[in-house]
Every structure is written in structure tokens, then in C-alpha cells.
């Protein structure tokens, strides 16, 4: 799971406070000056857009369910031990009974409001508002009502609704690049990270490596997803930030792009293996899952799928909502 993030619509601009009757000094004048440029800069950072159409979104929603679950149609609705939340649909979704002390993000009440604003018809009992909590405040009350008819219809539900929310992880990947430019206050880096996430857009028809890798491993801004690097002692993240920084080519073809992207998405993971050794044992499924980002998805489907172990390897390390 991920530690609760603030939700960022645009870049910070922290403007210093002054005394009541007293004139700012020059250096705070600079600074509110500096940190208003900078805004400036970011704004006008022309990040790509793109709505995918439902045959696609349905195949990219398919792709994420094997995954993260191996293609099971029960482990789209799931809490494993150890947790007081279920994980729900094709991007393993949190959502909490109100017994539950939140400490990671939560997403099903967001996935449920943005399928609501696209008219998606939703189980009565979950079309309320607001969006009810959990109703399995435990996993053996979830294990008891694995099959009653409320945990089948929402099973069901889950199962007929992968293009959409499929449509929610876009949402979610496009909006990334506010958080991630919000938190990286150098000027060249930001221009930087857009410019790679521009050549990434543009090169992947489907948005799959976007939507899957931020799925799994988050937009990078977050300090406590973060480890020691050993050599240098700083602290490197592994999500979708640190991967752009990583790529430095400048050619528009596409599988070169992709290629590119899938290669920094492999050092950034083999990167945190070195630094988090214990993370070893998923290494050589972490590297496969890169490895699919250099197609595109009409191309997967004509490869065989190879089913990831049990959807326990991915609970300390997948990036949830």
C-alpha cells in the first residue's frame, strides 16, 4: 500500500507572510518573485491529454487485471491478511470499513464518483450519497460473505466496468504530472520530466506503459517511497518521476521512445533492489512487467500471458490507492 499523499492540483507557491504595517524586505520580495516565476513556468508546460477509446481502454483494463491478480475473476474483489481494507477491481482499489484507521490513500469511493459522473449505473446499494464505507469491517466478515448476493453483484460489477475504470486510471496518470511538477522546484527538471512525458504520450497510442507503471509504482513524489542509496546516501524514489528523469533521448520514433521508457523503468527498479535488497524475490517479475511496455497492446494480446504468483508478491510494494 501507499501512505496517504496530499492531493495537488497545481505547483505550491509559498508566499512568506509579513508583519502587520511592516514592508516585505528585499529578500522576501525575491522570493515571492522567484516562487511566482516559477508557477508561471509551470503553467505554461504544455502536457499532452488523451482520452482513450472504450476498445482500448478495455484491453488496457484486461492487461492491468492480469497483472496485478493473474486474470482471476474472485481477486477482483479482495482482503488479504494482514489488512483492514478491501483492494477492489483491476487497480486493486482500497476501500475501508469505518471500524479501519486509514493509513494509506484511499480510492474505491473515488473510482465509485467517477464512474457516477459518467453515468455508469451503479449496485443500489452502493449508489449513495456519500459513497458508504466498506461493509466488511474484517477479513474473516469478508471471507464469510465471499459469495452472498451483495459481494456477487459488486464481483460482477467490477467485472463489467474494466474500460472504465481503466478511463479512471488515465484521469489519474494525466493528473499525475500536477503532483509530480509541484514537487520538483528545479526549473530545468520540470521542463526535463515534461518533455519525456511528452515523447512517452506521443509515442504510446494506448497510454499502457503510463497508466500501468503509475499503477504499480506511484508518481514518484511521495518521501516515504524512498530509499538510502548506499554509495551516495541520498534518498531515490521508483515511481514514475524518477523513471522520466532517467530517459534523455530526443527521437520521436515510437518504439525507440518506448524501448527507452522500458529501460529506464528497469534501472529505476533494479535501483531500488540494490537499495532495498530484500526486495530481490520480485525482481525478476518487476523486470518482465517492464518488459511489456515496449508494445503496444494490440501487441501483448498476441503474446501468451504469463500469470504472476499470487497476488501477495505485489501487497508490500504495489502502488494502491
Known amino acids: 500500500g501507499r501512505p496517504a499523499e496530499v492531493q495537488t492540483t497545481g505547483p505550491k507557491v509559498v508566499v512568506p507572510s509579513t508583519e502587520a504595517g511592516k514592508p516585505a524586505t528585499a529578500e522576501r520580495k525575491s522570493d515571492v518573485r522567484s516562487a511566482a516565476r516559477d508557477a508561471k513556468d509551470t503553467k505554461n508546460l504544455s502536457v499532452p491529454q488523451r482520452v482513450l477509446p472504450a476498445e482500448v481502454a478495455q484491453k488496457i483494463g484486461r492487461k492491468i487485471w492480469l497483472n496485478e491478480a493473474g486474470g482471476r475473476r474472485d481477486a477482483i474483489t479482495s482482503l488479504n491478511a494482514g489488512e483492514e481494507f478491501a483492494s477492489l477491481g483491476i487497480g486493486h482499489f482500497i476501500w475501508y470499513p469505518v471500524t479501519a484507521k486509514p493509513p494509506y490513500e484511499e480510492g474505491f469511493p473515488g473510482l465509485v464518483a467517477f464512474l457516477r459522473k459518467g453515468k455508469t449505473p451503479l449496485p443500489a446499494w452502493l449508489d449513495k450519497t456519500p459513497i458508504p464505507a466498506c461493509p ?46 509541484a514537487n520538483t522546484p528545479d526549473s530545468g527538471e520540470r521542463e526535463h520530466i515534461v518533455a519525456q512525458y511528452s515523447r512517452v504520450v506521443r509515442a504510446s497510442e494506448d497510454l499502457y506503459p503510463l497508466i500501468d507503471y503509475i499503477n504499480f509504482k506511484g508518481e514518484g513524489t511521495n518521501p516515504s517511497e524512498t530509499a538510502v542509496d548506499k554509495e551516495t546516501g541520498q534518498r531515490q524514489g521508483w515511481g514514475l518521476k524518477q523513471v522520466l528523469l532517467k530517459m534523455n533521448g530526443t527521437t520521436t520514433e515510437p518504439k525507440a521512445v518506448l524501448a527507452e521508457y522500458s529501460d529506464a523503468v ?11 535488497p530484500s526486495n530481490r524475490i520480485w525482481e525478476a517479475g518487476w523486470l518482465r512487467r517492464a518488459e511489456t511496455y515496449r508494445r503496444p497492446i494490440a501487441q501483448l494480446e498476441q503474446v501468451p500471458e504469463r500469470a504472476p504468483r499470487k497476488s501477495s508478491r505485489y501487497r508490500a510494494d504495489n502502488t494502491r490507492f
Open 136 to 181: 466488511w469491517t474484517s477479513r474473516a466478515d469478508f471471507k464469510r460473505n465471499f459469495n452472498s448476493p451483495q459481494m456477487r453483484q459488486l464481483r460482477q460489477f467490477l467485472l463489467d466496468t474494466m474500460a472504465e475504470q481503466t478511463q479512471f486510471l488515465v484521469a489519474r496518470a494525466q493528473g499525475a504530472m500536477d503532483k509530480i511538477l
Open 266 to 276: 528497469q534501472i529505476v527498479l533494479q535501483q531500488r533492489v540494490r537499495n532495498l
